[in-house]
């Protein structure tokens, strides 16, 4: 009786103030997570510092003018000798408007962010390609990824792993994955059935047709993938920046809070510069050698 009279007080309460508190229930599940996984949020903490240390200790620790020969090397070699150059003199502008160290603590945050992004969404792509029942799992959760505002992702990042670089990388992580996934599962399915068909009647395991055939086909795709999730790691750089993640983004927000025109356009164009360098070597890489030295015929 008393039970009873207690819900429906309860169901008038919420006649009267018909309000759903999602938020609260969040908030609540936050603190349970963070209650009940605090140590393994500190070991994913100290993973995700470790290898961003060792990626900016790779970047900073030589003098500038090598790093930036190797990768203007890396340059010529993948797409000839004019991004060569165009790399040499982008990082040397780089060099000069005292943005280089910022810009290698940016560079390893994205490849650190982008490695663990794809390290997660390859495997989950090759899942749903062949499991109808996970895409149809999978495809709802990337969707809520891609079309949750940026900016929140702070939220639990700042809760979980507190304020500095390892919150940028996990809200990278999230924001940037959702192209690697996508785009393994469509290269995946998209190879000829005939081809696979040929191999099963070879008597090829299903890991031997992933293997050697599924995902050689697919490669091109799963590169084209591959580019995007560095893209979109490299648009959150500044977003990290809020967080307290060294880099350019870091300046770009001081930028923005001062109102200072002239730091923020270094910061900007090193971002710019980095952007470029990072999407024409992902985008070459995805072609095969032959297709690379060739010229590309003018338009």
Known sequence: MIAATLRLNAWDDFLANPRIPLGEWAEDFVEFITGAFSGLFDVIRSVFLGMYEGVDFIFSAPPFWIVILILAGLGWWVRGWVFGVGTLVGLTLIFL?????NAMHTLALVLVASFIAILIS????????????????????????????????????????RVGVVPGIVATILFAMAPGVRFTELGIRGVDSEVVEAGQAFGASPGRILRQIQLPLALPTIMAGVNQVIMLSLSMVVIAGMVGADGLGKDVVAGLMQLDVGLGVEAGLGVVILAIYLDRITAALSKPRRKRSKPEPAA
């Not at 408007?97 to 160290?101: G, K, S």
């Not at 749903?128 to 900016?151: C, E, V, W």
Request: glycine letters at 4%.
């Open 97 to 101: 408007m005292a943005q280089w160290d």
């Open 122 to 161: 390859v495997p989950l792509g090759i899942l749903a390609a062949r499991s109808n029942l996970a895409s149809g799992i999978i495809r709802p959760i990337l969707d809520f990824l891609q079309t949750m505002p940026a900016f929140v992702y702070l939220i639990p990042a700042l809760v979980l792993f």
